[in-house]
């Protein structure tokens, strides 16, 4: 059964005039699929393809305001955002409610008036892929002249809506550069801090391993970042648990154990006690049935090698290993059996004829030389 993905957007009309969008997720072309079940990959997707057409309702709109919370994600299909935002006839508000961080800096920025909260976060940088396997260095020289091309997009788009000069930008794309709310206005990439003190502080925390970020109450990978700002804690374990369980169970990835121990150190400690104790039942059972069994084997060689030995043996297992060695000791006796046979020139050996049976008939020569050997047997001639 084919399962529906759940959007990281939603689109809200107010009256006839205005609208409001949410965008709360990572950019991409479109919702990712699993490989082995073509289901949707469970995570929040701004997918641009269906965005986009979602977006086409709108165009009667004279206002619409975009809240964006992104990790960003695929460059071209932010700045296809970008530019259909742009390509509206109504004012276009961006409102930056925690981070609009790459791709989702590029969206930010097609807003008419770009406002941003205190602690909110601006990031930009250059464009990175993902190479695996062997390469030449024509090959390596085209995928350099690709990023190249990627920087240039952004870095125009970011020359055009800061009023920068292009070595200053570049410079900043360079540097992945982060700005705070008032930092942003300053730098041109935002028009305006929202001034409210209602409005609950952005709090932005990195996971014990560096891999995921909270903005406020979303988490987000944090993979394709690569300068961090040092005023981003890191969480520990234990806040961390906190974080993610106070954001309904959002799903954190862990690749292992230590991962794993840090997050839950209860529940593996409980898992460990009881793996213990299931393990210690199972090698006491194991050994008290090689017990039973080791005077019927007759190999003590064998029973310690079950016991203690590299490969260690079910008594099941010992009980058929000492089968194929009884085997193995019966196909040898008979082997050398054989060897004796042959050995022994029995073959060549003719029976008695028995009582009754009748001699066949012999020449006169033959029977002169068996009376003649008959003589010498006696002693005579």
């Known amino acids: 059964m084919k399962h529906t993905a759940k959007k990281a957007y939603n689109i809200v009309e107010i009256g006839q005039d205005e609208a409001e969008i949410n965008l709360y997720g990572e950019v991409v072309d479109t919702h990712p699929l699993d490989w082995w079940t073509g289901e949707p990959v469970p995570g929040n997707f701004i997918a641009q393809d269906e965005f986009l057409q979602e977006l086409e309702r709108l165009r009667s709109k ?105 070595e200053e930008i570049q410079t900043l794309i360079e540097a992945e550069t982060w700005m705070t709310g008032q930092e942003a206005v300053d730098m041109g990439f935002a028009d305006e801090v929202i001034a409210d003190d209602a409005q609950e502080p952005v709090v932005l925390r990195l996971s014990p391993d560096r891999t995921q970020m909270m903005v406020g109450k979303m988490q987000v990978a944090a993979r394709c970042f690569g300068h961090i700002p040092a005023s981003i804690p890191v969480a520990t374990a234990v806040e961390w648990q906190q974080l993610t369980n106070q954001t309904g169970g959002t799903q954190v990835e862990i690749e292992n154990l230590e991962q794993l121990r840090a997050a839950y150190p209860s529940l593996v400690e409980q898992a460990e006690t009881a793996a213990y104790a299931k393990g210690g039942a199972e090698e006491r059972a194991r050994m008290q049935g090689i017990e039973n069994i080791a005077a019927a084997i007759g190999n003590a060689e064998l029973v310690k090698n079950a016991k203690y030995g590299d490969h260690r043996m079910t008594a099941e297992q010992l009980a058929f290993a000492a089968m194929q060695a009884q085997a193995a000791i019966g196909a040898v006796m008979l082997e050398n059996m054989g060897a004796d046979v042959q050995n022994s020139n029995t073959a060549q050996v003719l029976p008695t004829p028995a009582l009754g049976t009748e001699m066949p008939m012999q020449t006169e020569e033959e029977q002169a030389v068996n009376l003649l050997c008959t003589r010498i047997a006696n002693g005579g001639m």
């Open 62 to 166: 004279r206002k619409i305001t975009v809240h964006i919370n992104s990790v960003g994600g695929d460059l071209y299909a932010g700045i296809a955002i970008y530019n259909r935002l742009k390509s509206l006839s109504a004012q276009v508000i961006t409102i930056n409610d925690g981070l609009a961080a790459s791709a989702g800096s590029v969206i930010f920025e097609a807003g008419d008036v770009r406002k941003v909260h205190t602690g909110s976060n601006i990031m930009i940088h250059s464009a990175a892929t993902l190479l695996c396997g062997f390469f030449q260095i024509l090959e390596l020289d085209q995928v350099r002249r690709e990023l190249e091309a990627h920087n240039k997009a952004a870095l125009n788009l970011y020359v055009e809506r800061t009023g920068r000069p292009l």
